[in-house]
C-alpha cells in the first residue's frame, strides 16, 4: 500500500544514474534476498526466464559457444542459452533422482564447452559435488535453475547458492510469487555486475560504467528492459518471510502423502538425495504399467475424476498430471534446428554431427522417466489433513478398482 501511495511503481531508468539500480523497494529485496540466502550478490529481475538469459549471457556465452543443459525443465532453461547464439547440449539424467548426470556431463563436453546449467528439479537440489567438480577441472561456469527449489538444502547449504549463479523464479505458481518477477543470486561481484547491466539496458549505459572502470568487459553488453516494478518488489519482500513456513508445510503434507501412497503397488516414491532436503515445487512418482494393468494416462484420468479442484486454479481441473512435458531437444526448434532466421542460427555454427544433435533417444534415461511419471501438487498448503486423505483414497481406489477399466 505504501507503494501505490507513493505513486512511483518503478525506479529504474535506462541511463547510468542513481535510478541505475532501480527503486528503494528493489533495492531493499536484494538486500535481503541475499541475506535469506547467504549470498553476496541478489539481482532482481522481472522473470526467472530473464534471470537465465542474463546468467548466460553474464557468463560470456557467444555464438558456437556449447552450454550442457538438462532436457528435462521448463523451455526458458535451454532456451536462454540460444538467445546469445549458444548451442544447448542436452546430457541425461540420474534415473533415481531426475536431475542432471555427472556422468553424462562429462561426456558430452568438448573443446567448446563453456558453462552448464542444471536444474533443481522438481526442489531437489542437483549433484553438487560431482557437477562442481566437472565444471572446476574444465573451467567452467555452473548457471543453477533453481525456480522449483527455493529453500531446499544440500550440505547445509541453500539450493540456488550451489553454483556460480542460481535463478529463483517469483512467478504466481511457484513457492513464493509476485505474478511474475525472478531473482539471481551469486558471490562473484563481476558476474553480479555484469547482470545488472545486461537487465538494463546495457548498451546505453556501457559508457558511463567504463568511465568508472576503462577496463570492463564489454561481450555481451547487449541490454534488456528486464527490470523489476517496486509493487513486485514490496510483494516478494513480504512473500520472502513466509517462504520457510510454507517449504516446512509442503514437506510435512509430502511426507504424509506418501505413507499413504506408497501403499499403492504401481506407484513409487522419489528418492532424496543424500544430504539434502526437498522443497516439492511438485511432487512425483514413477507408474509401474505392468503392476497396474492399466495405461499411466488412464489412471490419472480416473484418479483426478475422484478430486475437488483448487480453489483459485478451477480452470485447470485436479492438478494431477501424467508426464511432465517432452525432453526439450524434441521442441520444433531443436528438432528442426531453427530459431533466428531461416539459415539454422545458431545451430549451423556447431560442430556436431546435425542430425546426432537433437534426435529421439539422445537421452534415454529422460526419456523413460517421462513415459513413467505422475507428478502432482495435491500437497501444497493451505492443503489440509482431510484434503491429503482425500488424495491417498483417491490412489487407492483406483488401484483397488483397476480392472474397471482395463476395457
Not at 234 to 244: K, M, N
Request: contains cysteine; proline residues 5%.
Amino acid at each position: 500500500m505504501a507503494v501505490l501511495e507513493s505513486g512511483r511503481l518503478s525506479g529504474f531508468y535506462g541511463s547510468y544514474d542513481e535510478g541505475f539500480l532501480g527503486g528503494e523497494q528493489v533495492r531493499h529485496l536484494e538486500d535481503e534476498w541475499a541475506v535469506h540466502f547467504g549470498s553476496d550478490n541478489a539481482v532482481a529481475v522481472n522473470s526467472a526466464t530473464s534471470g537465465l538469459i542474463a546468467a548466460v549471457g553474464a557468463a560470456g556465452i557467444g555464438p558456437g559457444d556449447e552450454v550442457i543443459v538438462t532436457p528435462i525443465s521448463m523451455s526458458a532453461t535451454a532456451t536462454a542459452i540460444v538467445v546469445w547464439g549458444g548451442i544447448p547440449v542436452f546430457a541425461d539424467i540420474e534415473p533415481e533422482y531426475f536431475c542432471l548426470d555427472p556422468e553424462s556431463v562429462r561426456r558430452a563436453i568438448t573443446p567448446r564447452t563453456r558453462a552448464i546449467v542444471v536444474t533443481d528439479l522438481f526442489g531437489l537440489p542437483y549433484d553438487r559435488v560431482g557437477i562442481n567438480a566437472i565444471a572446476a577441472e574444465h573451467g567452467l561456469l555452473v548457471i543453477e535453475d533453481n525456480a522449483q527449489g527455493p529453500g531446499a538444502v544440500l550440505d547445509e547449504r541453500l539450493a540456488g547458492t550451489l553454483g556460480d549463479i542460481g535463478i529463483f523464479s517469483l512467478n504466481y505458481h511457484k513457492h513464493i510469487h509476485t505474478g511474475e518477477g525472478g531473482i539471481a543470486c551469486t558471490d562473484d561481484d563481476r558476474l553480479a555486475d555484469r547482470m545488472r547491466m545486461i537487465r538494463n539496458h546495457a548498451e546505453a549505459v556501457a559508457g558511463g560504467r567504463i568511465a568508472d572502470e576503462p577496463d570492463m568487459d564489454l561481450v555481451n553488453m547487449v541490454g534488456f528492459n528486464f527490470r523489476l516494478g517496486e509493487m513486485e518488489a514490496a510483494i516478494a519482500r513480504s512473500q520472502l518471510t513466509r517462504l520457510d513456513g510454507l517449504v516446512g508445510r509442503g514437506v510435512s503434507n509430502v511426507r504424509y502423502l506418501e505413507a499413504g501412497l506408497s501403499e499403492v503397488p504401481c506407484l513409487t516414491m522419489p528418492k532424496l538425495r543424500p544430504g539434502a532436503s526437498h522443497s516439492y515445487y511438485l511432487h512425483s512418482m514413477l507408474f509401474d504399467e505392468s503392476v497396474a494393468g492399466i495405461p499411466r494416462e488412464t489412471y490419472v484420468e480416473a484418479v483426478a475424476a475422484e478430486l475437488a479442484v483448487t480453489e483459485g486454479r478451477e480452470s485447470d481441473g485436479p492438478l494431477v498430471f501424467a508426464g511432465y512435458g517432452v525432453p526439450l531437444y524434441t521442441l520444433p526448434m531443436y528438432s528442426k534446428k531453427i530459431a533466428f532466421g531461416s539459415g539454422g542460427y545458431p545451430f549451423s555454427r556447431s560442430d556436431r554431427a546435425t542430425d546426432e544433435m537433437y534426435r529421439p533417444g539422445l537421452c534415454p534415461v529422460a526419456e523413460d522417466v517421462l513415459d513413467r511419471i505422475i507428478v502432482h501438487e495435491l500437497f501444497r498448503p493451505p492443503a489440509s489433513q482431510d484434503d491429503l486423505d482425500d488424495v491417498i483414497e483417491a490412489f487407492t481406489k483406483v488401484w483397488e478398482n483397476r480392472s474397471e477399466l482395463m476395457n
